[in-house]
């Protein structure tokens, strides 16, 4: 188990920028790969970005490269995605997530924070 808690969201002005973080509880953090999703009103959930078990790779999908920066310390067992430039389209609840391998499929993924929301205003 990986219990994950999501944090930072919040209201934003188009062009603002927000620091989501995601903490976990035990001692196996740094051998997961830990992805952030997303899901806007009445949409799938969709892959934003992912970052792998010792922050030597990650991947981000297209709407979002070039503004969006995954990071994360281990020894705080914490992830985070810094989001610059944001635009009216990003406002979705925002799920980090853990899974065994850096991948884009939200099912790769076995543990799922609660989220947060992030509001953009236009």
């Known amino acids: 188990q990986v219990p994950l808690v999501d944090s930072g969201g919040g209201l934003v002005q188009a062009g603002g920028s927000l620091r989501l973080s995601c903490a976990a509880s035990g001692r196996t953090f740094s051998s997961y790969a830990m992805g952030w999703f997303r899901r806007g009103p009445g949409l799938e959930r969709d892959f934003v970005a992912v970052i792998s078990w010792n922050g030597g790779s990650a991947r981000y999908a297209d709407s979002v490269k070039g503004r969006f920066t995954i990071s994360r310390d281990n020894a705080k067992n914490t992830v985070y995605l810094q989001m610059n430039s944001l635009k009216f389209e990003d406002t979705a609840v925002y799920y980090c997530?853990?899974?065994?391998?850096?991948?884009?499929?939200?099912?790769?993924?076995?543990?799922w924070g609660q989220g947060t929301q992030v509001t953009v205003s236009s």
């Open positions: 997530a853990a899974g065994p391998l850096v991948a884009t499929a939200p099912e790769k993924y076995a543990y």
